[in-house]
């Protein structure tokens, strides 16, 4: 049998020992070739697996670091926010304690409309600044028991009627404000003057003289409902005031 290995051999690659000849007269079998081919090939696939292996073991770290990062953040700030419902829980439940103490006695103490007046200088008003009055400058008071005015929270309604024109015209103005509306008509002045005070613009031309001032206020603190009525003279205009419009015939 013909001996293929020989002493003199032109090298050693790692991994098998695999032998390539510088004389030509040795002769090494292509099977051997082929295994060598393929050991060579397995040894560097496992130097680049250890390589890429290490690499992806340090961005697999990186990322589970930065991920517990996103979670002890998110920890943080659902621990701050308990701690701030909790304190809101704690306050309303305070609160309540403290209104069922009181209990029934809390309205009573609050300052209460009893009555609603028209004040005594609710008159004629020319908006326009032209001949005779377009508009009724009305004066509300709302009073407490002990008559005080009171700066009340509420909505209220003015109508102005001419009673004495023919059937069906007598409403010749009409406004109504809310509650936020009123609150900026609020006055509180010199010598205890405190009181609201609204221009109503005619939407009809009174053919009369004597005008019907009617006011409806409800109170928003106790729901309730007042009224008051006073009748005025007011000098017959030339033309309606530019804010007003005209009441349907």
Not at 86 to 106: E, I, W, Y
Request: proline fraction near 5%; charged fraction near 20%.
């Amino acid at each position: 049998m013909r001996n293929h290995w020989s002493k003199n051999t032109g090298g050693i690659m790692a991994g098998p020992q695999c032998f390539r000849t510088r004389n030509s007269a040795f002769h090494i079998p292509h099977s051997a070739l082929d295994a060598c081919k393929i050991a060579a090939t397995v040894w560097a696939l496992a130097l680049l697996s250890l390589t890429a292996g290490c690499d992806l073991g340090g961005a697999a770290y990186r990322q589970v670091a930065a991920e517990n990062l996103q979670l002890k953040d998110k920890a943080q700030k659902l621990e701050d926010q308990n701690k701030a419902l909790t304190q809101q829980r704690d306050d309303l439940q305070a609160r309540v304690d403290t209104l069922m103490n009181v209990g029934g006695q809390r309205l009573a103490a609050i300052p209460q409309v009893t009555k609603v007046e028209i004040g005594q200088w609710t008159a004629g008003y020319s908006a326009a600044r032209g001949k005779g009055h377009d508009s009724v400058k009305v004066y509300l008071i709302p009073v407490d028991a002990s008559g005080t005015a009171l700066k009340a929270p509420g909505s209220l309604t003015i109508r102005l009627f001419d009673l004495a024109a023919p059937q069906g015209q007598e409403l010749v103005g009409q406004c109504q404000l809310t509650p936020a509306e009123l609150d900026k008509q609020w006055f509180s002045g010199a010598f205890m003057a405190y009181h609201y005070s609204v221009v109503c613009p005619f939407t009809r031309i009174p053919q009369h003289k004597d005008v019907t001032v009617r006011i409806e206020f409800v109170d928003y603190v106790t729901g309730k409902t007042f009224s008051a009525v006073t009748t005025i003279a007011v000098e017959k205009p030339d033309k309606l005031a530019p804010t007003s419009k005209p009441a349907a015939s």
